[in-house]
């Protein structure tokens, strides 16, 4: 069983950044790909970014290509996403996940090709 923990959510204002982390304790990251998703309020999860552990390559959310940057320490076992110009509507809880199956990384984009979540984080952008 992976356990994943997020941290690095809060509070900012529009335009501002945060920088979100995924930790897995205990063990190495060994899945084959980590990303991100987020739920805001009365809405389905969505896709946000995600990462090959071994190689690297990304997959980004139209929504966020060009804000947000994903990438991972496999010393660490750690995955971040960068958010920088954050806008009102990136409020939502942001959630880390991992897939454990060789899915190609266009394939990634559906909360249904991973395996494990983490709790969660909570992310609020004011105007």
């Known amino acids: 069983q992976v356990q994943l923990v997020e941290s690095g959510g809060g509070w900012v204002q529009a335009g501002g950044s945060l920088r979100l982390s995924c930790l897995a304790p205990?063990?190495?990251?060994?899945?084959?790909?980590a990303g991100w998703f987020r739920q805001a309020p009365g809405k389905e999860r969505e896709f946000v970014a995600t990462i090959k552990w071994t190689a690297g390559a990304t997959l980004y959310a139209d929504s966020v290509k060009g804000r947000f940057t994903i990438s991972r320490d496999t010393g660490k076992s750690t995955v971040y996403l960068q958010m920088n110009t954050l806008k009102p509507e990136d409020t939502a809880v942001y959630y880390c996940a991992a897939a454990t199956s060789t899915t190609p990384i266009q394939r990634l984009g559906v909360a249904s090709a991973y395996d494990y979540w983490g709790q969660g984080t909570q992310v609020t952008v004011s105007s």
């Open positions: 205990g063990r190495a990251f060994s899945s084959v790909s």
